[in-house]
C-alpha cells in the first residue's frame, strides 16, 4: 500500500510532509482537506488524530501525526538519503532549526505577517497592519537567527540536505513573498540565496506547481 498523507493544502506544515515525501521518492496518495475538515467528526482524518491538525500520515495500518515525527519516520524509511546528519554537532543544529520553525517563526511570523499579507483576502477584509507591524521584530530576529547559524553551508544544518531544510522551507518561502519578509531578507543573503535553490528543487517545484 502507498503512503496516505492527510492535509490542507496551503498549511506549511502539510507542505512539509509533502516535501518529505517527494525527497524520499516515496509512492503516495495526498488527501485533500478543506480548511474547516475539524468541525467534521466523521472524517477519517478527525478518528486519526483527536487533536484536529494536519498532517497525518497514514502507512497501512499504522497512523502518525506531528510533523516532526512524520518527517523522521519517513527520514528513518530512507535512511539512505542521509537527511539526519551522521555527525551529532549537524543533527543538534538540525533539530535547533527545527524548534526555532515551531516555537517563534510559525506561530510569530507566519501566523501574522504571511497570514495578514497573502490570506486576509479570503477572510473578505485587510490585512491588518497593525499585527504585521507588531511582528516585524520576531521577524527579524528569526531570520538573521537562522542567517547566523547557516552561515558557510549550502544547506541550514549542513552541505546536504536535511530534515531542517525540507521542515521550514514551506515557512520561509511563504515569508518570502511578504514585502516585510523580503525586505528583512536584504539583510541575510545566506538564507535568500537558500529559498532560491531550494525553490529549483524537483521536489519544490513539483510541489508548488500543483499550488501546495
Request: aromatic share 8%; glycine share 6%; hydrophobic share 50%.
Amino acid at each position: 500500500m502507498s503512503l496516505r498523507l492527510h492535509g490542507v493544502a496551503g498549511s506549511p506544515f502539510v507542505a512539509s510532509a509533502l516535501l518529505a515525501l517527494e525527497e524520499t521518492g516515496a509512492a503516495y496518495e495526498f488527501v485533500s482537506l478543506a480548511f474547516a475538515w475539524k468541525s467534521s467528526k466523521d472524517t477519517a482524518a478527525g478518528l486519526l488524530n483527536p487533536f484536529g491538525r494536519v498532517p497525518i500520515l497514514e502507512d497501512d495500518d499504522f497512523a502518525l501525526y506531528e510533523t516532526q515525527a512524520i518527517l523522521r519516520y519517513l527520514a528513518a524509511r530512507a535512511r539512505h538519503l542521509g537527511l539526519v546528519p551522521a555527525d551529532v554537532k549537524k543533527t543538534a543544529r538540525m533539530d535547533q532549526l527545527i524548534g526555532i520553525n515551531d516555537s517563534y517563526l510559525f506561530p510569530q511570523v507566519v501566523r501574522t505577517i504571511v497570514a495578514e499579507r497573502l490570506f486576509s483576502g479570503m477572510w473578505n477584509r485587510a490585512p491588518d497592519e497593525a499585527r504585521i507591524n507588531a511582528a516585524l521584530p520576531e521577524a527579524r530576529i528569526c531570520l538573521l537567527e537562522i542567517e547566523r547559524l547557516a552561515a558557510g553551508q549550502l544547506f541550514l544544518a549542513d552541505d546536504a540536505l536535511s530534515l531542517a531544510d525540507i521542515h521550514l522551507f514551506p515557512s520561509l518561502h511563504y515569508v518570502a513573498m511578504t514585502h516585510e519578509g523580503a525586505e528583512i531578507l536584504k539583510s541575510c543573503p545566506g538564507v535568500a540565496r537558500w529559498i532560491a535553490r531550494m525553490r529549483h528543487r524537483e521536489a519544490a517545484s513539483k510541489l508548488y506547481l500543483k499550488g501546495l
